[in-house]
Every structure is written in structure tokens, then in C-alpha cells.
Nanobody, 121 residues
């Protein structure tokens, strides 16, 4: 099993920045690809970003490209999401997810409890 705990959410003005963290425990973190998703009120959960275990493969949703950066520190068992130039439409609950393999496959097996991000206009 893998346990994921997100932190770093909060209220920020439009144009501001936040950095989310996801701490993993349980099975060997560094062997898993990791991702971030978000779900706004009344909407389905959507993909935000993903990173392979080596960090050599990274993907972003078009809506966040150029504004968000995903990274990981395998020594700390932590994945990060740096969010800059935030917009009100980025308001959502952000979830961390883990795959069971080192590469990004589009499948996610473990989920955190989520952290709220609210961007005011």
C-alpha cells in the first residue's frame, strides 16, 4: 500500500502562487510515477500533471502549461506542484496520485485526500 498526504493548499489572489506537496509513505515511492489531479465544484476530476519516477518524463494539461511545474524529491518521498500565475478557474480540490510502475501510463492506483486551492479574482 501507498499512503499519500497533500498539503500547501489555501486561498490566494489571482496572479499569485502556491506550492503543493504530496508526501508518500508505504511501498517504495521512488519506483512510482506520480500525478496531480483537480476537481472543481460540479465538475469531473481532471488531470493536471504527471512525472515519471526518474523525472525524465513530464506531462501537463494544456490549461496549466507554462504556469505549473511538477517535480519530485525521491529522497524525501515527496512530489511537488508549483503553481504560478493562478487564475480563479484553477480553484479546485487538488489530489495527488500514484501509479504502480515508474512510467506514466494513464493509470492511477493510489490517491490522497486532497487539498483545497481557492483563487480569488
Amino acid at each position: 500500500q501507498v499512503q499519500l498526504v497533500e498539503s500547501g493548499g489555501g486561498l490566494v489572489q489571482g496572479g499569485g502562487s502556491l506550492r503543493l506537496s504530496c508526501a508518500a509513505s508505504g511501498r517504495t515511492f521512488s519506483r512510482f510515477a506520480m500525478g496531480w489531479f483537480r476537481q472543481a465544484p460540479g465538475k469531473e476530476r481532471e488531470f493536471v500533471a504527471a512525472i515519471s519516477y526518474s523525472g525524465g518524463s513530464i506531462r501537463y494539461a494544456d490549461s496549466v502549461k507554462g504556469r505549473f511545474t511538477i517535480s519530485r524529491d525521491n529522497a524525501k518521498n515527496t512530489v511537488y506542484l508549483q503553481m504560478n500565475s493562478l487564475k480563479p478557474e484553477d480553484t479546485a480540490v487538488y489530489y495527488c496520485a500514484a501509479n504502480k510502475v515508474p512510467i506514466i501510463t494513464g493509470q492511477w492506483y493510489y490517491w490522497g485526500q486532497g487539498t483545497q486551492v481557492t483563487v480569488s479574482s
